[in-house]
């Protein structure tokens, strides 16, 4: 996209307030003037032009803007002719209207906005994303790069960084990267795998815990346990009454039989119920007891003045772990026991007119302490079956141990394998960082005639750390005596100059046609200053192509560079203050 013409409207006055036309192929100065020695040339606009540049590249119109009375008094429309994909076109934002973008399809201007596309903010930034990156970065959007295109005096330059202030380590390396044309995902797509490690780690260490005998200890429990219940239900089966009361043997048989049946019935749905109860009471108490960490917390900042991370971490996966099962599992344990106990209703009716039928033929039987023996019979049986079954959820543990390793070594061997195919793609760009470490020395020695350092290297040191920075590609450069602030300022300059410059130069890669600098805290020295700019306009002509923006205050260059800017048109706009205010960058001042 080529920046081709700013202007300001006002619906007010019903004209155009200002308009600035810049360069299509080369430098671009928005010089800030003085009247005399005694005059000040900040709050002219330079910066306010900057950010309605940025305004209308997509970023949010900031709250000054939004709230200030004159601004929003005069009805400001604010456009930028463009090109892109061989047409002109106009965005545009009206400052009344902070929350939309417009854009006119058309090389001439229309300030009917009835005539434009309207968008909301989000799907403006969309478009404009489009026409500056196109549709195959995907994984970059045009605002995690803005604030890199259009670098600001506050945040936009830090000692000993070449990036933003406040920005994610992961982020800002793989922007770096993307912006120097250099294989910028590697350490994206490394630290999933990584991630997927960790929480099957994580998942280990709580199963871990939870086993506390060996596979061959619990299965040999377990056959215990088994031979105890054959003879149990051996013992059940056996007990004949007929013998014991010489009650009518058919009779008895028979209900005996029937009776021993619900009996076995209500003490299997009972077990498979206090099962269910005693999953949920399990889940209830692991959580009772995760959430008791949370009460020791304070003990252990008086303890130690800070409580583990490696403890809270895990303290809320498992929380998380257990919460989830309390509430997921939980209901679904809770809607078997209703549909047992339904069950057991209509069996103990069952039973209950059976014993009673019972009690009514045989007189003999004068008290339940042999259907009682049978119960006790039946429920040691299901106690035992009880013990079986938590020893079979702790032998599916020790196979889910297993299972976990074995994903865990298949995702290191994944990962193994991606690392060194980043790297082998990282080795391939060598030429291509040769070129950049070539046009950053020759910045470097252009503005201080000394060699400068352009560095990259690609992290290939694979470990399981969470904060692992295996595949990212970092970019390192230095000057001598860079601790000077007018030094490292100057660097931060050429170091993206240098991947400006790289861009314009390469094929394929990123579509990135325009960079823009407002301004520093500390003033280089003025001759440095020109003759970076004389060396990139130079540059940007002999490719045919590129757009350089940057704004200076005019004491930050010598009269001859400042007369030779002058006349070769690098300047694009001179803002100073005047008595009706209209050298201004909107034609009028921003506050009383």
């Excluded at 982020?171 to 960790?198: D, G, R």
Aim: hydrophobic content about 35%; some cysteine.
């Amino acid at each position: 996209m080529i920046l081709k013409e700013l202007e300001i409207y006002s619906y007010k006055e019903k004209k155009v307030l200002n308009t600035y036309q810049f360069n299509e192929v080369g430098v671009n100065i928005i010089l800030g003037e003085k009247k005399d020695e005694k005059d000040e040339a900040n709050g002219v606009g330079k910066t306010t032009m900057i950010e309605c540049l940025s305004f209308l590249l997509g970023e949010e119109v900031h709250a000054y803007y939004r709230t200030n009375k004159i601004l929003l008094s005069k009805d400001i429309l604010i456009t930028l002719k463009v090109h892109s994909n061989d047409i002109d076109f106009f965005l545009a934002r009206f400052i009344n209207t902070p929350d939309k973008g417009y854009i006119l399809w058309d090389k001439n201007i229309i300030y009917d906005l009835n005539d434009w596309d309207i968008y909301e903010d989000k799907d403006y930034k969309k478009k404009v994303q489009k026409e500056i990156l196109g549709d195959e970065n995907s994984d970059i959007s045009f605002a995690s790069i803005r604030e890199y295109l259009l670098r600001d005096e506050q945040n936009g330059f830090i000692k000993d960084s070449l990036g933003i202030s406040g920005r994610n380590a992961t982020t800002e390396n793989k922007v770096l990267a993307f912006l120097c044309n250099l294989p910028y995902n590697s350490e994206t797509e490394i630290k999933k795998i990584t991630k997927k490690i960790s929480d099957l780690k994580d998942e280990q260490k709580l199963l871990s815990a939870t086993i506390g005998k060996t596979i061959a200890e619990l299965k040999s429990e377990r056959s215990k346990y088994r031979s105890t219940i054959k003879k149990l239900e051996k013992d059940i089966n056996s007990i004949d009454i007929n013998k014991q009361y010489n009650l009518k043997a058919t009779d008895y048989s028979r209900n005996k039989a029937e009776l021993n049946n619900i009996q076995s019935d209500i003490f299997k749905l009972a077990h498979v119920k206090n099962q269910y109860q005693q999953n949920i009471e399990n889940l209830q108490k692991k959580a009772k007891e995760i959430q008791a960490l949370s009460d020791i917390e304070p003990f252990y900042e008086q303890l130690l003045g800070w409580f583990p991370n490696e403890i809270t971490h895990n303290y809320e996966k498992v929380k998380k772990f257990y919460d989830f099962m309390v509430e997921n599992r939980g209901s679904y344990f809770e809607g078997k026991i209703k549909n047992i106990d339904e069950k057991l209703k209509d069996l103990n009716k069952m039973k209950e007119n059976l014993e009673k039928t019972l009690k009514s033929d045989y007189k003999i039987l004068k008290n339940s302490s042999l259907i009682e023996d049978i119960n006790t019979m039946i429920a040691d049986r299901e106690e035992l079956n009880t013990k079986i079954a938590e020893i079979n959820i702790q032998l599916g543990n020790h196979d889910r141990l297993k299972s976990i390793t074995n994903d865990i070594n298949v995702l290191k061997s994944e990962r193994l394998t991606l690392t060194q195919k980043k790297t082998d793609e990282f080795n391939s760009y060598e030429q291509h960082i040769e070129g950049l470490e070539k046009l950053f020395q020759t910045l470097s020695e252009l503005a201080y005639d000394t060699a400068g350092v352009f560095n990259v290297e690609f992290e290939n040191n694979v470990n399981d750390r969470k904060n692992s920075i295996t595949g990212r590609v970092k970019i390192e450069c230095s000057l001598p005596d860079d601790r000077s602030h007018g030094i490292n300022y100057m660097k931060l300059n050429m170091f993206d100059l240098t991947w400006f410059i790289s861009s314009l130069e390469k094929e394929g890669g990123h579509n990135i046609n325009f960079l823009i600098h407002d301004g520093s805290y500390s003033k280089p020295n003025p001759s440095v200053k020109a003759k970076i700019l004389k060396y990139i306009d130079k540059k940007i002509k002999e490719l045919k192509k590129g757009q350089y923006f940057v704004t200076l205050n005019k004491d930050e260059l010598l009269k001859d560079d400042l007369d030779f800017f002058e006349n070769n048109g690098y300047i694009i706009a001179k803002l100073e203050r005047t008595k009706d205010n209209t050298k201004r960058f909107f034609g009028f001042k921003l506050y009383e």
